[in-house]
């Protein structure tokens, strides 16, 4: 296949040479295209071959050959740029002098071309452009893959995504409704008087969140940098300076497994309102995304994988320990300690657990165990215990549970959110144990007392809440693979 190939390419540069010596550029860069080929469609696809016979629809286009069929002194070629797709015709006699001979001598599947020509419908009743004149904009040096049907191996659609999108009309449409999303996300915010922001990606102290980090040093300063794990603490730092509403839809990075779920590098959105509790949010969320599914997919009920996802407002509501007995089917006496639990999740080959672990943190480790692949509808899960919420605010009724809430789509955790914790002694206290737990497990931590200032300053009540970007483009696109969703995910490097 390699010498087969080879011989293609060489095919294609000795053609490439042959266009040079008649002066011909296989590079050109002097044409302005007059209409992208869904503009011709959307204005001509309703006409019949009646308004054809009798009006001349004349069309100036370029794009991609897909493919061509020869019939000698005819050819059929289909032409796609960035946004449309749509049959061309040439023939000897009726182009350009020397156009014919240049098409069917020098050009192949996979080249760029200008055509010039009028629109007329088939026998078989397909719209078509009648080519009178041809360029060669750009040639092609290797083929496209398997005759331009698809790339349907998959590790190879992931590293050659510019094949992928050339090959594969739905890789092109997924990308188009991630742009989607942003765009609705942002606008929905914008119109409910968000401001959005810019903070750090590199920085000393790698907080907002549990995660490993990436590393990177500064030459100049001499120091020590970690790329994000998330934005929060400097966009409650903003709250505390003032803007009352701001979001963030920024990378994230977290050196970490690699999986359908997780790819080291991945987009969130962070927001935070002054003034709300995470009660109100949940409410916010639910609309925004209640309306961004209906945007996006025409409808409130969305296929996903063998489910059939409803966006229906209200979502489910249910307390995280509530869950483990209504859900997981758990009996109150089975979950009545820390060590109970602990053997629980130990005959379940929990792995990274200790005896030493908190109640909360147990509890919640069994939740995500057991609880959350079962979580397909839109949920709500509220009450987490305060040990696995290091920066969210204590109920005032019940100490030991925060005031959050997760979101749960499909199995998968699409969002987190909590009335903030602003008191500064409380989050010093809690930083420190997290510091010390940080340290257990080896990861790089100090404490923030930047941030611990920031909050003596004063944060009002506010709430904030992350949601995974490329998590929800996955559901919005029956995509099973957060590869699936991101342009360039990171791959292991293929052994040459």
């Given amino acids: ?108 599947a996979g080249d760029i071309v200008s055509v010039e020509g009028h629109l007329f419908r088939t026998k078989t009743n397909e719209l078509t452009i009648k080519v009178e004149r041809t360029r060669i904009l750009t040639k092609s040096i290797l083929p496209l893959p398997e005759k331009w049907h698809g790339l349907k191996d998959i590790e190879a659609r992931f590293r050659k995504r510019y094949i992928d999108l050339i090959a594969n009309s739905g890789a092109r449409e997924i990308f188009k409704k991630r742009a989607q999303t942003i765009n609705f996300i942002r606008s929905f915010l914008n119109s409910n008087e968000f401001l959005e922001v810019e903070t750090p990606i590199m920085q000393t102290n790698p907080g907002g ?65 002054a003034y709300a509790t995470h009660e109100y949010l949940m409410n916010f969320v639910e609309g925004m995304l209640s309306e961004l599914a209906k945007h996006i997919c025409g409808n409130l009920q969305i296929d996903y994988a063998a489910e059939k996802l409803d966006f229906t407002p209200p979502f489910k509501r249910i307390k995280l320990k509530d869950s483990l007995f209504e859900i997981a089917g758990f009996k109150p006496e089975e979950l009545d300690s820390a060590l ?4 629980i999740l130990t005959a379940k080959n929990v792995s990274n657990i200790s005896k030493n672990d908190s109640y909360g943190e147990l509890l919640t480790l069994l939740f995500d165990e057991t609880v959350e692949p079962k979580l397909i509808n839109p949920t709500f899960v509220t009450d987490y215990p305060v040990e696995s919420s290091p920066l969210a ?19 998968r955790e699409i969002g987190n959110a909590f009335s903030e914790l602003n008191d500064p002694f409380d989050q010093e206290e809690r930083f420190k144990s997290q510091v010390d737990a940080k340290i257990k497990e080896g990861l790089p931590v100090e404490m923030d007392d930047d941030y611990i200032e920031a909050l003596k300053q004063g944060l009002p009540p506010t709430a904030g809440c992350g949601i995974g970007i490329d998590r929800i483009v996955m559901l919005l696109t029956n995509s099973y693979s957060i590869r699936d969703v991101i342009l360039f995910p990171l791959l292991k490097p293929v052994n040459k």
């Avoid at 060489?10 to 002097?30: M, Y």
């Avoid at 109970?340 to 053997?343: A, E, F, G, Q, S």
């Fill in 340 to 343: 109970k639990i602990y053997d």
């Fill in 209 to 273: 969140a549990t995660a490993r980090p990436f590393k990177t040093h500064h030459n100049a300063l001499n120091l020590e940098l970690y790329m994000r794990i998330a934005p929060e603490l400097y966009l409650k730092r903003l709250v505390v300076g003032g803007f009352d509403r701001v979001y963030e839809i920024g990378r994230n990075f977290r050196n970490e497994g690699i999986s359908v779920k997780h790819n080291p590098e991945f987009t969130m959105l962070e927001f935070y309102m």
């Fill in 393 to 411: 605010r204590r109920n005032d009724e019940d100490p030991s549970i925060a005031d959050r809430f997760e979101l749960f789509i499909a199995g």
């Fill in 1 to 108: 296949m390699e010498q087969e190939l080879n011989l293609v390419e060489k095919g294609r540069i000795e053609k490439l040479k042959k266009l040079k010596e008649k002066g011909i550029n296989p590079f050109d860069n002097n044409f302005i295209k007059r209409e992208n080929i869904n503009e011709i469609i959307g204005e001509y696809n309703s006409k019949d071959r009646e308004f054809f016979e009798k009006n001349t629809a004349g069309v100036k286009t370029a794009g991609r050959i897909l493919i061509i069929r020869n019939f000698g002194k005819a050819s059929f070629f289909r032409l796609r740029d960035g946004e449309g797709e749509i049959q061309c015709y040439i023939q000897k006699g009726t182009v350009k002098d020397g156009d014919f001979e240049l098409f069917t001598e020098f050009i192949d």
